[in-house]
């Protein structure tokens, strides 16, 4: 899949561009703070609906200006298909093909990304949440059904906590849990056995076993940390069972603390411990063969390669990584970004100069 023209109109601070990008690796080179991330960010909005910088959609709309606007055409395996999504101040509007989409889990995933910042660096040693957005995030794009059972699993997830905080009538509140228990461990079951399988994809791609950071005899793996179980079934038992057990403990807290909300992925060097273990270097090896991982599994999946984005990261990789990275992104599109690259990929690539919020040149290189 890939981009083949992206046009913004006022968001953030790019008052009107048309981008042609093309297969292969498109070069976003500017200074700081000109909109490259802007540009990536409109990119995002259109794969899952929500930027990956705030949750405050208005600030992506031009300051003083009513509306932005993100279009792109995009070729897949489908055909052609024109992808479009409309920030106002108190609302959005999604459109495939000039056909408004009422419900976000019909739009998520007609632009597939896998998205690369300097936060996801943070992947490896900070705390879960990033991990679970990353899981989320891929599987979202690969699965409505996944993108449905996640909003239902918050919906219901927010009532009970509600319940937790402000029922003080215990029968009353164990009353009322009981069906909002049974409908979070259906959704968490589904939740969870899902992100397992994806993980299980992700560690048989080549890219990440044989990820070069590793030494003799070492593997690198990552592992899942939720509720076991063999089906969705089981699963959806044990995490019922286990909302009673904590009952005592979630009335204190005032909220749930058990469920994939709270959920986290392991990683390791051989039989060693990632998080605790990884230095500098070796996190950003695993992040990068994380991010070839997915994109092999999305290929997999959908049968063609998603949009490879790598946002202000490049040219924080040695020469040596980056001359063999090339070499890869050359089978789908990748958009880099920087303020310089010092290695400039051996075949061709279009290069795109930003400054301003504006587009300075393109060139064929
Ligand atoms: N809603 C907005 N309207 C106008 N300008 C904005 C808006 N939001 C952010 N900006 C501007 O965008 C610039 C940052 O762009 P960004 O894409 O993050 O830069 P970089 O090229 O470093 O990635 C800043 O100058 C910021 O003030
Ligand atoms: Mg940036």
């Keep these: ?20 990008f093309t297969h292969g690796i498109n070069l976003l080179i500017g200074n700081n703070a000109q909109g490259k991330t802007n540009i990536i960010e409109a990119i995002f909005c259109l794969a899952l609906s929500t930027s990956f910088r705030t949750s405050k959609e208005a600030e992506l709309i031009q300051y003083e200006k009513p509306k932005a606007t993100v279009f792109a055409n995009v070729e897949t395996k489908f055909g052609n298909q024109q992808i479009a999504i409309g920030f106002e101040p108190k609302h959005k509007t999604l459109e495939i093909n000039l056909e408004p989409i ?98 299980s994809k992700l560690s048989v791609s ?36 286990s909302l009673q057990v904590n009952l005592q403990k979630d009335i204190e807290l005032g909220y749930t603390s058990i469920g994939p909300h709270r959920d986290d992925i392991k990683f390791f060097i051989g ?14 090896s695993i992040i990068l063969s994380l991010k070839l991982a997915e994109m092999e599994v999305f290929f997999n999946e959908i049968g063609e390669y998603p949009i490879l984005i790598l946002d202000d990261v490049f040219s924080e990789l040695d020469s040596k990584r980056q001359k063999a990275l090339y070499d890869i992104l050359q089978n789908f599109q990748t958009i880099i970004t920087g303020t310089s690259l010092k290695f400039k990929p051996k075949t061709s690539y279009t290069q795109i100069k930003i400054k301003n919020g504006a587009i300075h040149s393109i060139k064929q290189m």
């Excluded at 794009?141 to 009970?160: E, I, N």
């Excluded at 950071?213 to 089906?231: A, Q």
């Design 1 to 20: 899949m890939r981009i083949e023209q992206l046009k913004l109109t006022s968001f953030r601070n790019i008052s009107q561009a048309e981008i042609p």
């Design 102 to 199: 009422k419900r976000v889990q019909d739009f998520i995933g007609c632009v597939k990304v896998v998205l690369f910042t300097p936060d996801e660096l943070r992947l490896i040693k900070d705390g879960p949440e990033i991990r679970r957005e990353f899981l989320d995030r891929d599987i979202s794009q690969l699965s409505p059904v996944y993108y449905h059972c996640l909003m239902q699993y918050q919906k219901v997830l927010s009532q009970r906590n509600k319940l937790l905080k402000f029922e003080k009538n215990i029968q009353s509140l164990q009353q009322q849990l009981e069906v909002w228990d049974a409908q979070l461990a259906h959704y968490a079951s589904r939740i969870i056995i899902t992100r397992r399988k994806f993980i």
């Design 206 to 241: 080549k890219f990440f076993k044989e990820s070069h950071i590793m030494r003799p005899n070492e593997t690198l793996s990552m592992e899942y940390v939720g509720f076991g179980g063999n089906s969705a079934q089981e699963i959806e038992e044990h995490m019922r069972k």
């Design 271 to 284: 039989k060693e411990d990632a998080k605790i273990f990884a230095s500098q270097g070796q996190q950003r």
